[in-house]
């Protein structure tokens, strides 16, 4: 699916850290609906608090709001980059870095 993401302007997500990490390597704009009662909502509102991804809640989003948001963020590149941005700078490099270090040890031992 990487290649797929890299290649995405923007990317409709529940709202899972491990995905949620990947877009922010990938520098990626997201619009993040969470399931219902689970952790993911604590993780979109963190996201929202940071201006990091667009966040909906499922049980209030209709159908016109989400295809005017997605249609608003494929036309406007300046606010994907922001977002894109803001969910980056959530995820330094440095520790992705130190995540694939440690993976690559575990598997060389």
Known sequence: SLPI??????VVTRGGM???SELGALTKAAVVIPMPGTHQE?????????????VFQQ?????????DTVREL????????ALGNSLA???????T???VQ??????NS
């Open 42 to 54: 604590v993780t979109a509102a963190y996201l929202e608090r940071h201006k990091a991804a667009r």
């Open 97 to 99: 870095g130190k995540v």
């Open 5 to 10: 993401l890299a290649a995405a302007d923007l």
């Open 18 to 20: 491990a995905f949620i």
């Open 74 to 81: 494929l036309e406007q590149k300046a606010e994907q980059q």
């Open 59 to 67: 049980n209030t989003l209709t159908d016109a709001e989400f295809i």
């Open 89 to 95: 700078a959530l995820f330094p490099a440095t520790a």
């Open 102 to 107: 440690e993976i690559e040890q575990v598997l």
